[in-house]
T-cell receptor, first 114, second 115 residues
């Protein structure tokens, strides 16, 4: 059973602060890692993906991957109220020869207060 | 239309009804997925279609019946559902090349209520 664990929160940070979201996964064979944002009543939208150990930056977002510790995180700098949402961590692995599969965590609720 | 579209966006049905959910992807992808999202639970993968062939059925009750007539369209046929089937049903697609799992792009979802 491949598992992805996230703290459900809620995580509350003040506007302008750094929000740190964490995720652990059980399968050492996992090859791809994703962060999705989901606003209430909406569908998940991709924020970032990361494949290799280390950091990957995109604007205010930084994804960090440590395969040895089976840990992936998302940092949001200069947090804005519009960042308030549920953040889903997803871990990818091969489902078969022609397709992949994602296992999702439960999601962390982030609230950015003015 | 761009991305992944789903219709209807909202659906209320009785336990004896038959209805279908439709998904269309405009991204040229080769894999499509149905997920169920219930409150307080992680996204649950229901079915996977790769190159129009169903390759996964994750122990989903037979009252859910998927259909993939071509690489752009995916349906979920519903019949004799139970109230616990009320949830957000999400369609997703990806372009997979046989290596690692690639990004999945989601449609807006169908909010289903079974009375």
């Amino acid at each position: 059973q491949k598992e992805v664990e996230q703290n459900s929160g809620p995580l509350s940070v003040p506007e302008g602060a750094i929000a740190s979201l964490n995720c652990t996964y059980s399968d050492r064979g996992s090859q791809s890692f994703f962060w999705y944002r989901q606003y209430s009543g909406k569908s998940p939208e991709l924020i970032m993906f990361i494949y290799s150990n280390g950091d990957k930056e995109d604007g205010r977002f930084t994804a960090q991957l440590n395969k040895a510790s089976q840990y992936v995180s998302l940092l949001i700098r200069d947090s804005q109220p519009s960042d308030s949402a549920t953040y889903l961590c997803a871990v990818g692995w091969r489902g078969g020869t022609s397709y992949g599969k994602l296992t999702f965590g439960q999601g962390t609720i982030l609230t950015v207060h003015p | 239309e761009t991305g992944v579209t789903q219709t209807p966006r909202h659906l209320v049905m009785g336990m004896t009804n038959k209805k279908s959910l439709k998904c269309e992807q405009h991204l040229g992808h080769n894999a499509m997925y149905w997920y169920k999202q219930s409150a307080k639970k992680p996204l649950e993968l229901m079915f996977v279609y790769s190159l129009e062939e169903r390759v996964e059925n994750n122990s989903v009750p037979s009252r859910f019946s998927p259909e993939c007539p071509n690489s752009s369209h995916l349906f979920l046929h519903l019949h004799t559902l139970q109230p616990e089937d009320s949830a957000l049903y999400l369609c997703a697609s990806s372009q997979d090349g046989g290596g690692r799992a690639e990004t999945q792009y989601f449609g807006p979802g169908t909010r289903l209520l079974v009375l």
